[in-house]
C-alpha cells in the first residue's frame, strides 16, 4: 500500500507505475476563486469586513453565489497574505493589525520606496512625470476640499486614493519588477490602514507639500536629494501612521475583549 499522494497502479512486472496527477482544476474553477478572492480581500481592506470579525462561510458563498470551495481557496490566500487567522473551531477571523506588524512592513517598505525614487530620479520619462504631476494635482485639489468644520468624507477618500497612486508611481518609474512584486506582498496592509486612518490622521498638508519636495527633486534628476526628502516624509508619515494603528488597534481589541 502506498501512503499519500495519488494513488499508483501496480504493473505486470510488479513494479510501481508513476501516479496519476490529481485533476487538474477547470477554468470556470479558477475564475471563482479568483473572484472570491477580489471580493473578500476588497472588503477586508476597505473594512467591511472589520478587524477581528469572523469570516462566515456560507453566508458569502450565499452572498457571492457559490460553493465554499472557492471561498476557502480565497482564504487561503488570504490567510498567507495575513488579513485572515484561522481560529480554532470557529474558522477565519480578519487579523487586527498592530503597532508592531505595522512598523515593520514601515520599514521595509522604507528601503524599497526609498531606492526607488532614487531610480526613479534617474529613469523616469516624461509620461511618467507627467502621472506623477497628475496624481499630485489630485492630492492638491482633495486637500482644498477638505473642511475641518465638516465630515468631509469624500475629499479624505479622494486624498487617500491620490495619495496611494502617488507612491504607486514612484514604485513604477524605478523600472525594477522584482522590486514592485515585493512591494504586492504590502500592498493590502498599507491599503487597510489607510483606511482605518482616513478620519483619524491631521489634515494630509505636511505630506502633500513632502510629496511636492520630492517630486521637484525626481524632475531635478538629483536622486540623492530625492531619496532623503523621501525617507525624510516616510519616517515622519509612518510614526503619524502608527500613532493612528496603536489607537485603532486599540478600540478594536477593547470592543472583542467585551464580546
Known sequence: ????????????????????????????????????????????????????????????????????????????????????????????????????????????IAGIEGQAVKLAAERADASVLAQLEESLAAQEAALAAIDPASDSAEALAAWTAADKRFHRLLREAAGNRVMLELMRQFEGHLHRARVAAIRLRPRPRQSTDEHRAVLDAIIARDPDRARHLHLAHRERADRAMLDVIHDFSGVVLRALANQ
Open 1 to 108: 500500500m502506498v501512503n499519500g499522494g495519488a494513488a499508483a497502479t501496480v504493473v505486470s512486472n510488479g513494479r510501481l507505475a508513476a501516479p496519476s496527477p490529481a485533476p487538474a482544476a477547470s477554468a470556470d474553477d479558477t475564475r471563482l476563486a479568483e473572484r472570491a478572492y477580489e471580493a473578500l480581500r476588497t472588503r477586508i481592506l476597505d473594512l467591511r469586513l472589520l478587524p477581528g470579525q469572523l469570516v462566515i462561510e456560507p453566508d458569502l458563498a450565499a452572498e457571492l453565489g457559490m460553493s465554499r470551495t472557492p471561498i476557502r481557496e480565497a482564504l487561503a490566500r488570504l490567510r498567507f497574505e495575513g488579513l485572515v487567522a484561522a481560529s480554532p473551531r470557529r474558522g477565519f477571523v480578519v487579523t487586527v493589525p498592530t503597532v508592531e506588524h505595522m512598523r515593520e512592513v514601515y520599514e521595509v
